[in-house]
Protein backbone atom coordinates (compact mmCIF):
# COMPACT_ATOMS: atom_id res chain seq x y z
CA UNK A 1 0.00 0.00 0.00
CA UNK A 2 1.29 3.61 -0.96
CA UNK A 3 -0.34 6.03 1.34
CA UNK A 4 1.36 8.68 -0.47
CA UNK A 5 -0.34 7.97 -3.90
CA UNK A 6 -3.53 5.75 -2.28
CA UNK A 7 -2.35 2.95 -4.74
CA UNK A 8 -2.09 -1.18 -3.45
CA UNK A 9 -0.99 -4.20 -5.06
CA UNK A 10 -1.97 -7.32 -4.07
CA UNK A 11 -0.95 -10.74 -5.24
CA UNK A 12 -3.34 -14.23 -3.77
CA UNK A 13 -3.67 -17.51 -4.68
CA UNK A 14 -7.02 -18.83 -5.19
CA UNK A 15 -7.62 -23.03 -5.58
CA UNK A 16 -10.93 -23.88 -7.53
CA UNK A 17 -13.02 -25.63 -5.05
CA UNK A 18 -15.97 -26.32 -7.57
CA UNK A 19 -16.90 -25.63 -11.28
CA UNK A 20 -19.83 -25.54 -13.28
CA UNK A 21 -20.24 -25.57 -17.00
CA UNK A 22 -21.70 -22.58 -18.82
CA UNK A 23 -23.40 -21.94 -22.50
CA UNK A 24 -20.97 -19.84 -24.26
CA UNK A 25 -21.78 -19.02 -28.58
CA UNK A 26 -23.38 -22.15 -28.29
CA UNK A 27 -20.71 -24.44 -26.35
CA UNK A 28 -20.47 -26.18 -22.86
CA UNK A 29 -17.98 -24.39 -21.54
CA UNK A 30 -16.15 -24.79 -18.14
CA UNK A 31 -13.23 -22.79 -16.74
CA UNK A 32 -10.72 -24.73 -14.54
CA UNK A 33 -11.37 -27.98 -12.51
CA UNK A 34 -11.62 -28.75 -9.00
CA UNK A 35 -7.76 -28.44 -7.44
CA UNK A 36 -6.56 -26.47 -10.10
CA UNK A 37 -4.66 -23.30 -8.02
CA UNK A 38 -4.33 -19.36 -10.00
CA UNK A 39 -2.54 -16.77 -8.87
CA UNK A 40 -3.91 -13.25 -8.93
CA UNK A 41 -2.90 -10.27 -9.24
CA UNK A 42 -4.56 -7.18 -8.82
CA UNK A 43 -3.16 -3.18 -8.72
CA UNK A 44 -5.54 -0.35 -7.96
CA UNK A 45 -6.14 3.05 -6.53
CA UNK A 46 -8.06 4.56 -3.49
CA UNK A 47 -10.12 8.08 -4.31
CA UNK A 48 -11.26 10.26 -1.38
CA UNK A 49 -14.95 11.31 -1.78
CA UNK A 50 -14.34 14.67 -0.39
CA UNK A 51 -13.15 12.95 3.07
CA UNK A 52 -16.29 11.25 3.38
CA UNK A 53 -16.42 7.64 4.15
CA UNK A 54 -16.45 5.20 2.46
CA UNK A 55 -13.56 5.39 -0.02
CA UNK A 56 -14.09 4.82 -3.59
CA UNK A 57 -11.45 3.21 -6.36
CA UNK A 58 -11.22 1.22 -8.90
CA UNK A 59 -8.54 -1.99 -9.85
CA UNK A 60 -7.70 -3.91 -12.49
CA UNK A 61 -6.10 -7.50 -12.73
CA UNK A 62 -5.17 -10.64 -14.09
CA UNK A 63 -4.90 -14.25 -13.19
CA UNK A 64 -2.63 -17.12 -14.23
CA UNK A 65 -3.16 -20.82 -13.69
CA UNK A 66 -0.03 -22.05 -11.65
CA UNK A 67 -0.71 -25.59 -10.64
CA UNK A 68 -2.71 -28.03 -13.17
CA UNK A 69 -5.16 -30.16 -11.33
CA UNK A 70 -3.43 -33.94 -11.85
CA UNK A 71 -6.66 -36.00 -11.19
Wanted: aromatic share 8%; glycine share 10%; net charge neutral.
Amino acid sequence: VDTVERTFTVVNMNAVTSTSRFELDGDQVRLGRRGDVFRTTLSGVLRIRDGVPPPTGHFAGYAVAVEPNRD
